[in-house]
């Protein structure tokens, strides 16, 4: 009889972590990232600001935890957007993903602007461990990319540099990323995957921190040629968005 009570209690926890997250991000959204305090968030789940660090050792855990909840999310719709086109070719569902990538991060700026340019500041904590939420969430983004390149490269190899052609440097930190995430890639596939990747993210991030507002009020043509090149690079056929999947535009 005594297990019942302590599942009770732990379905409350579970239930007040998450009210607490979400406050959180609704802070974060109306107010912007300074305004996510731990005070701030313990008046808007109706607690005192020591009641709520029986959840949450310290704001950068709880930074961390609505970090993982956003990357999880974003995972999330990349990997369903992806899983809607498993009829279709390697490069439908590549290019399905990586739509759903900007689309996210377009509809979501202040979640993407926490989750990239507000990193977690290294510490010995446990939370900044390989095994952490946070870092989980982190290593899991990370391969859905990845792993649509590895889909590719399986079923039609893409032209690459030999290993001898890169810098040794390349090669060493390459080797150790290959070693970490325990994929066989050959280093060439991973340094084209990475540079992909790098025009990809890249143009996201300066478009969803307004760095390109200078020039264009309208990203999304530019995305999409980003995507042409990337497809180009990979050996594989660029599809447009069809008709019925305008691009988004950029939440303010």
């Known amino acids: 009889m005594a297990a ?6 732990e379905k409350l926890r579970q239930a007040t972590l998450a009210e607490i997250r979400e406050a959180a991000r609704r802070l974060l959204a109306t107010k912007g990232p300074a305004a996510v305090t731990i005070n701030a968030v313990a008046r808007e789940v109706g607690m005192s600001g020591p009641a709520l660090y029986h959840y ?36 439908e569902r590549l290019l399905a993903t990586c739509r759903s990538m900007r689309e996210w991060a377009v509809a ?29 969430a982190a290593r899991d983004f990370e391969l859905v990319f990845l792993r649509q390149i590895e889909e590719v490269w399986a079923s039609a190899p893409f032209p690459v540099p030999a290993p001898e052609e890169l810098a040794p440097s390349v090669r060493e930190q390459l080797d150790a990323y290959a070693a970490s995430l325990g994929r066989d890639l050959p280093i060439g596939a991973l340094h084209v995957a990475m540079n992909c990747w790098i025009r990809l993210y890249g143009l996201l991030c300066m478009e969803v921190l307004n760095q390109l507002d200078f020039v264009y009020s309208d990203v999304a043509p530019i995305y999409e040629e980003t995507l042409r090149d990337i497809t180009a690079a990979l050996g594989l056929d660029y599809h447009p968005p069809a008709p019925s999947e305008p691009a988004p535009t950029p939440s303010q």
């Open 56 to 91: 949450f050792a310290s704001h950068d855990d709880l930074v961390a935890a609505v970090t993982a909840d956003f990357l999880n999310e974003l995972t999330a719709t990349m990997e369903a957007a992806r899983d809607a086109h498993t009829a279709g070719s390697p490069a």
């Open 108 to 136: 979501h700026p202040a979640e993407f602007r926490w989750i990239f340019a507000s990193p977690i500041p290294p510490s010995a904590s446990a939370r900044n461990s390989p095994d952490s939420p946070r870092n989980k």
């Open 4 to 9: 019942r009570p302590v599942r009770r209690r």
